[in-house]
Every structure is written in structure tokens, then in C-alpha cells.
């Protein structure tokens, strides 16, 4: 058998291999196509706000709830009528409506790049009732905390940046009893722009706010001393001084 025959022979195993790998492509990208579309359907919506509010309550121990779920691909998240419950069975956060416009694509960047959050009847509230104890958010960071046991040293630090975050009645209630601050705040509308927060290093940078209808009580009590305790061996670093965050702002403005 000449060469040229075996050729032309294997030629229709080879077309077929690349016609069934063409297929198979075009039924995975179809496959996802429909599959966000039929996330954005109100059924589908529906099923993941139950699966995703049952699995939180499982693993934060303590009850949630959120009444309406909607998913706009690829960047708009909108949830309405969330309530979340500290240990205490107290309010730790709800809102009638948390709408968040995220671009997904700088996350490749390590870098969180938020276009807008709008928050509507929003209430928070964060406690420190005892020296000895946590936040009342703490058990929220505990549950989905990760035990790494070799740590890369090359941590680099996720930037944050927020073009537009609009308030609207919003309440904030923040007591903390180590450090003596007693504030419960109402804002009207508050619209601020946060050109970068970086965590790691306690940067804040929020170059423009626009506040209106402020109103509520701030008490400073006096703060309780307590000793801070490094158990590091090296003397050097025994009650290192703490960090302090660093705010920067160009324009703020007040109104009634």
C-alpha cells in the first residue's frame, strides 16, 4: 500500500475527530450561555437565594434571611430584605436593599474594583460590650476563616477601590466599650467616592463626600487601659506600638 493511500485513508478519521471536538465546544459554550440565562430567571433566582441563605445559617450558626435575590451578569448583584442576627440575637446587619456593580475583571489585577454600591434602610450595628470579648461581626470572620499551614511570605496586599457608594437611610450603631466610643448615627443620603483602601496598610483614601439629613449622638467615654501582650520571644517587639489607620480626604460636604 503506497503512502499517499494511507493518507487519503486516515483523512476521514481526522476530519471526524475535529468535527466532534468543534461540537463539543460549541456544546460547552452553549451550555453556559443558557445556564446564565437562566440565572437571571426569577425560579432560578429564587432556588439560590434558599440554598445560599440555608447554607449560611448552617455555617454562621445563627439566623438570616434575605427575600429577594437578583443576579444581573456578569457585574450587577441586587438583595432586598436582608437580615442578618448576631450571637446575641440581636440586629447585626439589615437593609431593605444592597445593590453592588462590580467589575469582575480586575480581580485578575488583585485588585477589587467596585462602579457603584447603593445601600437603602440599612441598619448596622457593631458591639464591643466587653473588654474580653470580640465584635459582635467576629464570628462571621471565624466561619469563614482558613488555617494555612505553610503561609507563602509573598503576600500582596488586595487594593479596593469604589467609584460611587450612595447611602440612603441608612443607621449605623458602633459601641465599643474598650475604647469608650458610643455612636448611633442616621444619615439621609451620603454619597462617597473611595479611591483606594488598602487594608494591609491601613490606608484610606476617600477623596470626596457628600453627606445629608446627619443626625444622632456621639459619646466618648474614657477608655480602659489595658496592657498590650506580645507572647513574640523577641524583646524588641513586647507591646509594640499599634498601627493607626491613615484617612485622607480633598472635599467633604454637609447639608440638611
Known sequence: MRPNEVTKKNRPLLTKIGRGIIVFLCAVVLLLVVSLLLLQTVPIQ??????????LEQKLGTALSIKRLDISFPKMLVLEGVYVEDQTKDTLLAGHQLKVDIDLFQLLNNRVQINEIVLKGITLKLKRQRPDRPFNYQFIV????????????DTSALIMAVDKLILDKTRLVFLDVLTGNDVDVYLGHAQLRIARIDASKLEYDVPQIDIRGLRGRVNQNTPLEITAVNTNPDPELVNEKPEYFKFTNQKCAYGT
Open 46 to 55: 429564587n432556588f439560590a437565594r434558599k440554598k445560599i441563605v440555608a447554607y
Open 142 to 153: 471565624d466561619a469563614f476563616a482558613t488555617e494555612e499551614k505553610n503561609p507563602s511570605p
